[in-house]
């Protein structure tokens, strides 16, 4: 099953930095269950404040799990974070 995952960064902006080498790690490390993921920009284009992942899980505790393991979740880079089931409908890649 597909978990839709969104998370808004704390106002402190040195914390995804300091960590997103971490990040992107485990990201590459978990590649079969992330489907796809990206940040989240500001209204400038180029500004990350969150992010966006599309990720397969066996049901939503997993998925929670898997996020909460995320280096950014784990040093408090994510002030907020939301998980939903997700169907993909249209798939155009």
Not at 5 to 21: K, S
Not at 27 to 32: E, K, P
Not at 47 to 74: C, H, M, N, Y
Request: charged share 25%; aromatic share 8%.
């Amino acid at each position: 099953m597909h978990f839709a995952v969104h998370c808004l960064d704390v106002p402190d902006r040195t914390i995804r930095q300091a960590h997103y080498p971490e990040h992107r790690a485990y990201l590459a490390s978990a590649a079969s269950m992330v489907v796809i993921a990206g940040p989240i920009l500001d209204e400038d284009g180029e500004t990350p404040i969150g992010s966006v992942l599309v990720v397969q899980a066996d049901d939503i505790g997993k998925a929670r799990e898997f996020v909460e393991g995320d280096p950014f979740a784990l040093n408090g880079a994510w002030e907020q974070i939301r998980i939903w089931p997700f169907r993909k409908s249209v798939d155009n890649r």
